[in-house]
């Protein structure tokens, strides 16, 4: 049996690695990329404790409501991205630093 | 040590060594294709898990959705910023990574931490939930479950997410619009 420290690891790896590529990129689709890894060691947590709780299925319930809100953010973040990039000609972050008009 | 945790390994091997991969190469697209790599195996410990329908999910929204999404995304954005932006990161590298490396670093060992003080395994609901038999077997089936609970005992959060999912669909096509009339 795998235990559940095992997933927990996995899970704290992929959230700082998401942490380290929201603070250092310069690209808002890889600050994006890592806001995804984040979410993503988020629902291997819910999943993996979600194993113990067979007749009510929390943690698998709220793993699906996450992806299902990831897609959402997603569509949204892009198409911001998207405009962005036609008004300022780059998408770095830090040089973002006008309000449009 | 069984097969499934040779399997489990494997894909932990696989999801955290290409998450790394994706943070730390300079070529946007090899970074996009490797998330690609790290959502497969996400999806591999799901099942690991015992949350077959989770894993499904992931696949068919991430890597049929999402990935396609930004992909997109990277393609309708220029070219040349993006080569500007890579050659100006390569010269300060250093400086501009040392913070982040840190905080992430030290976070890693904030967490690492406390989950092992933490012991999940010997949570009290962990225990009680092993004794009453309230936990996912390998041979359970888990998918018409999940469908009775989401029609009867979350049915609030499903309609709620639905309206949301509505919502954000209908205002990335507004904002993605050519015309910029509003």
Not at chain 1, 69 to 86: D, E, G, R
Not at chain 2, 113 to 131: H, P, R
Request: hydrophobic share 60%.
């Amino acid at each position: 049996m795998i235990s559940l420290t095992d997933f927990l690891v996995v899970s704290a790896v992929l959230f700082c690695v998401g942490l380290y590529m929201i603070v250092s990129k310069h690209n808002a689709i890889q600050v994006l990329i890592g806001i995804e890894l984040m979410l993503n060691g988020a629902i291997l947590n819910l999943v993996a404790f979600s194993k113990y709780d067979r007749i009510n299925n929390g943690g698998q319930m709220f793993a699906l409501f996450a992806i299902v809100l990831a897609a959402a953010t997603t569509a949204v973040a892009l198409a911001i991205i998207l405009n962005v990039y036609k008004q300022y000609k780059t998408i770095d972050p830090g040089s973002i630093d006008k309000l449009g008009d | 040590m069984s097969l499934a945790q040779v399997l489990f390994y494997l894909m932990a091997f696989i999801a955290t060594a290409s998450a790394v991969f994706v943070a730390g190469t300079k070529n946007l697209v090899r970074s996009i294709f490797m998330f690609f790599i790290t959502l497969f195996a996400l999806a591999g410990l799901y099942v690991l898990a015992l949350a077959d329908f989770v894993a499904i999910t992931q696949i068919v929204i991430y890597v049929g959705g999402i990935l396609v999404l930004i992909l997109f995304a990277f393609m309708l954005s220029g070219k040349e910023t993006l080569n500007a932006i890579g050659e100006l990161r390569s010269k300060f590298i250093s400086i501009n990574k040392l913070p982040a490396l840190l905080l992430a670093g030290l976070f890693l060992a904030v967490l690492l931490n406390m989950i092992f003080k933490l012991d999940a395994d010997n949570l009290g609901w962990v225990k009680k939930a092993q004794v009453t038999h309230n936990m996912i077997l390998p041979n359970s089936s888990m998918t018409e479950n999940i469908g009775i609970n989401l029609m009867t005992k979350y049915l609030l959060p499903f309609e709620a997410i639905s309206v949301l999912l509505m919502v954000a669909l209908v205002g990335a096509a507004h904002l993605s619009r050519k015309g910029r009339s509003a």
